[in-house]
């Protein structure tokens, strides 16, 4: 069963960093397309970063995280990064990791929900001093 679990978050000042997991289990990472979201007490769902299947290797970030958070891959532990600096309260939600499986959509990466879908169930950021 295609599975994707969240983890690393918790309460951090502001200027503080944390480093998100999604874990995978029943498919592989290198061959789908990953993307994190997140959503705030009373706002929309919206993506944070991407990362493409691993034969393109293509990466985005919205505008209001480049350059603060990093994406990455580990094939070996089955596992995709958001590494989280320079946090800022406004950052505080939750976060989800999200699979895309489609063939051509997963060869770049997309910032939106639609084409994901399988969705894990998140973990809070709060950012606070």
């Known amino acids: 069963q295609l599975q994707v679990v969240e983890s690393g978050g918790g309460l951090v000042q502001p200027g503080g960093s944390l480093r998100l997991s999604c874990a995978a289990s029943?498919?592989?990472?290198?061959?789908?397309?990953i993307g994190w979201f997140r959503q705030a007490p009373g706002k929309e769902r919206e993506g944070v970063s991407c990362?493409?299947?691993?034969?393109?290797?293509?990466?985005n970030y919205a505008d209001h995280v480049k350059g603060r958070f990093t994406i990455s891959r580990d094939n070996a532990k089955n596992t995709v990064y958001l590494q989280m600096n320079t946090l800022k309260p406004e950052d505080t939600a939750v976060y989800y990791c999200?699979?895309?499986?489609?063939?051509?959509?997963?060869?770049?990466?997309?910032?939106?929900?639609?084409?994901?879908?399988?969705w894990g169930q998140g973990t809070q950021v709060t950012v606070s001093s």
């Open positions: 029943g498919f592989t990472l290198d061959n789908v397309a």
């Open positions: 999200a699979v895309d499986r489609g063939w051509a959509t997963s060869a770049a990466c997309a910032l939106t929900r639609i084409p994901y879908d399988s």
């Open positions: 990362i493409s299947v691993e034969s393109t290797n293509v990466i």
